[in-house]
């Protein structure tokens, strides 16, 4: 049901309008100072911001509005997944240059797809003009037990869900003026949180997550850091998207899969539950420096590649 509160004129609230006329139903009780959500007795509150900038996180001619409102409330959502919290609501503050006022309805509408596709309600936000296109997105979700980073321990298996380096191959064949393939692309475009994914490994016993948005090497460090342990990799187990080597998906940013670790999870039985979606067991926690990360490569330590940088830091 749709509770907004009748909305004031000015070119702002234009704006809001069209965003409410986009969202439907899944924006709620827009239009007060402020959003008011139950959390669930007994659980913890899981709050996160990102926020996706025109040339810092993707060029106009990569996408389309609607995947630029996918992609970015993804980005966020994955955030949510990491900690296996369950969604309460998005709260979004957009800076719509003059330039992209005529894609703000299809933004939205990518917006409103992945909100429901993350079966989250739009709760609140801000619009307001600038230099660039900007998407400032603050997730809420509520967990008893919230999965972090710091919970791997010795002897805990490794685990990363889908196929890596997608993302990335889509970025290098940007940059090198080529069109990425088809698959590369829709990595890129339309990741998906893996939400439900992440509350059924916390559920069957899953120590820590992250998501990978640094890339694999990059963000097991954070891991192992943050659990104050050594991850060791196997080089040959990594799951690849087709045409991406090992390497490459190493260090692929953006992928919005988790990184888990757990004493054991059933890799078919995750598959059957989340709809095919892969989980690979890819090394294992180990006695060691704390925040190393190790690379095998049939059993043989090489050097890990460097990580993921957004193109245009
Ligand atoms: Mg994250």
Redesign the pocket.
Known sequence: MTTHLPLGPGAEFDAIRTLLAAWGPRARGIGDDGAVLDVPPGSKLVVSTDTTVEHVHFRREWLTPEEIGWRATMAAL??LA?MAAAPLGVLLALTVPTAWRDALTPIAHGIGEAAAHGDIPIVGGDVTAGDRLALAITVLGHAAHPLARSGARVGDAIYVTGRLGGPGAALGAWLAGRAPTLAHRARFARPEARIAAARWCAQQGATAA??L?DGLAGDLAHLAAASGVCAEIDLECLPVSEGVTPREALASGEEYELLLTAAALDAPAFSAAQAGLALTAIGRVVPGPAGSVRLLDRGGAVELPSAHDHFAR
């Open positions: 994955s955030d990491a992250i998501d948005s």
